[in-house]
């Protein structure tokens, strides 16, 4: 069911708390609660800095935040185009079912057209069975074909500084 009194809007400052706060608790829903160790400065930098990089809408409904939506962009070489990667979408287990994710996620792919990006992409854990149905039933198709990598931590640093 959608709920009719769904509002979406960008970010602002203020949201930073909110925003950590969801980080949280989406940390303890995939099963790693010790893992968010962003603060709010960290989080204010990255959304609000004057280059930042990463992006974040919001959703209300009845005036109740009950979710978000952190993106950035990314670049296809092969298209020559940007596209919009979803780092982040969550919305509060009680508030399921409503629509808010759904609407977080057709803003971003109308966004995505409007901007001429190529591709609107995000991931997903998988046994994460809920958001894949949910992300399957409007279209989305899994990229099984490539395996992510990711360097952090020790490992980047070490890299990083090797000759």
């Known amino acids: 069911m959608n709920d009719s009194n769904i509002t979406l809007r960008p970010a602002l400052p203020a949201d930073v708390p909110r925003i950590l706060e969801l980080i949280k608790a989406l940390a303890l829903y995939e099963k790693e609660p010790d893992a968010v160790v962003a603060t709010e400065v960290d989080i204010h930098r990255a959304l609000f800095s004057e280059n930042a990089k990463a992006f974040a809408i919001l959703c209300d409904i009845d005036a109740t935040n009950v979710g978000f939506a952190l993106y950035f962009y990314n670049f296809s070489t092969w298209r020559g185009k940007h596209g919009i990667f979803l780092e982040d979408l969550f919305v509060e287990p009680e508030h399921r079912g409503r629509g808010a994710g759904l609407a977080m996620l057709k803003a971003l792919a109308k966004k995505a057209v409007e901007e001429g990006c190529e591709r609107f992409e995000w991931n997903v854990l998988d046994w994460n069975t809920p958001s894949i149905q949910f992300y399957e039933s409007v279209g989305a198709v899994p990229m099984s074909d490539w395996i992510g990598y990711r360097l952090s ?9 090797t000759k």
């Open 153 to 161: 931590g020790e490992a980047l640093a070490t890299f990083a500084s």
